[in-house]
C-alpha cells in the first residue's frame, strides 16, 4: 500500500475513499501545524486542501514523489523551487471550478450594477424609499476581461449569450475567436465592467494600479474573483474613494484578517459604502459540483501518475 498524507480538509464520499483503497492507497489526514505529529518519511503522496507548504514542511518528507493539489492556482500555496529541485511533481485541478467561479463573478456584476445589496440594506434599515440611481441593462454595457482563461471565457459566454453584450478582453496572445482581442489601454479605456481573471504572479502583481485606474473610465465596475493583489490595494481606495471608478467587488481580501490592527490590510475599503465595495471570502468555486469535480480529478491524478497513465496527469512541473 502506498500512503498518502492529506493536508486540510477534504469531504470524499464513501466511493471515492473506496477507489483509494481499490487502487493500493491509504491516506492519513491532517492540518498544516499537524504535520510534525507523523512519520513524513513514509508518503509518497501528498493531497493537498488548503494552507501553505513551505520548504521546511516538504523536506520532512523524504520519499515524495507527488503533490496532487485540489485547485488551479497552486504557486501561492506549494513551494515550486523546492519541489523542481527535488524532483517532486505537481499537479492540480484545472477547469474544474471555472463554472462556478464565473457564474459567481457575474452575480457580484449583478449586485454592484443593481444596487441589490445597497437597496436590501437600506430597506432593512427602514429606508423604504426606492430612490436609487438610474440602473444600467447589461446588454448596454461593453464587458472586458483581463485573462481569458477557462474562467475568463466562461463569463464571456455567459455575458455574450446571456446578456447580449459585446465582450473585449486581453491575454498573453489574440486566441483569434469571437470575442474582439484588445491590448491592455484599449481594455482599460472602453470596458464599463472589467473582470480579473489572470494568475498572479510577477508579472501580474498590481497589474491594476494607480495609472491604470486613471485610463479607466468614472463609472466603470471591476470585478476581481481572481488574486487578490492583481489589484494594488491603496490605490483602488483612492479610485473608489474619489469615484476614479464607479465599484468594485472582490472575492478574497488582501489579508486573513482584514479588521485586524496588525495586519495592516485594509485599506479602508471596508469603510466604503455597500454601492462602491462589495467582498466575499474567497468563496467562489465553494459548490457542490466544483468540489465533486476537483475530488475526482485529484484523485485520478494521484492514480493516474503510479499507474503509468502521466499523460491524463495535469503535471505543472
Known amino acids: ?77 506549494i513551494d515550486m523551487d523546492y519541489c523542481n529541485a527535488h524532483n517532486i511533481k505537481v499537479c492540480n485541478t484545472p477547469s474544474v471550478n471555472a463554472n462556478s467561479v464565473a457564474e459567481f463573478s457575474v452575480s457580484l456584476m449583478l449586485d454592484l450594477i443593481k444596487q441589490t445589496t445597497l437597496m436590501s440594506n437600506r430597506l432593512k434599515s427602514g429606508n423604504t424609499s426606492r430612490k436609487s440611481l438610474l440602473l444600467n441593462e447589461i446588454k448596454s454595457l461593453k464587458i472586458g476581461i483581463a485573462g481569458l482563461g477557462n474562467i475568463g471565457s466562461c463569463i464571456a459566454r455567459i455575458c455574450k449569450y446571456g446578456f447580449g453584450s459585446e465582450v473585449i478582453y486581453t491575454s498573453r496572445k489574440d486566441k483569434q475567436n469571437e470575442y474582439r482581442f484588445a491590448c491592455k489601454e484599449e481594455l482599460l479605456k472602453e470596458a464599463d465592467v472589467l473582470f480579473m481573471c489572470m494568475d498572479e504572479n ?40 474619489n469615484n476614479i471608478i464607479h465599484a468594485c467587488a472582490m472575492d478574497g481580501y488582501y489579508g486573513e484578517n482584514p479588521k485586524c490592527e496588525a495586519d495592516k490590510t485594509d485599506y479602508g475599503l471596508f469603510d466604503l459604502p455597500d ?36 499523460d491524463k496527469v495535469y503535471l505543472v512541473n
Open 1 to 77: 500500500m502506498k500512503k498518502i498524507m492529506l493536508i486540510g480538509k477534504a469531504f470524499f464520499s464513501s466511493e471515492e475513499e473506496k477507489l483509494f483503497l481499490d487502487n493500493g492507497f491509504t491516506v492519513d489526514e491532517t492540518l498544516i501545524d499537524g504535520v510534525a505529529d507523523f512519520d513524513c518519511s513514509q508518503y509518497e503522496v501528498i493531497l493537498f486542501g488548503s494552507g501553505v507548504i513551505k520548504a521546511d514542511v516538504l523536506a520532512e518528507f523524504t520519499n515524495l514523489k507527488l503533490i496532487s493539489f485540489m485547485g488551479t492556482g497552486y504557486s501561492s500555496y
Open 275 to 310: 454601492d462602491k465595495f462589495v467582498v466575499t471570502a474567497h468563496i467562489a468555486s465553494h459548490t457542490v459540483d466544483a468540489i465533486n469535480n476537483m475530488n475526482r480529478v485529484s484523485i485520478e491524478n494521484i492514480i493516474n501518475y503510479f499507474n503509468g497513465n502521466k
Open 202 to 241: 510577477e508579472h501580474t502583481r498590481n497589474y491594476i494600479a494607480k495609472n491604470e485606474f486613471e485610463i479607466m473610465k468614472n463609472s466603470c465596475v471591476l470585478i476581481n474573483t481572481s488574486r487578490p493583489h492583481l489589484v494594488n490595494g491603496a490605490d483602488l481606495y483612492n479610485a473608489l474613494a
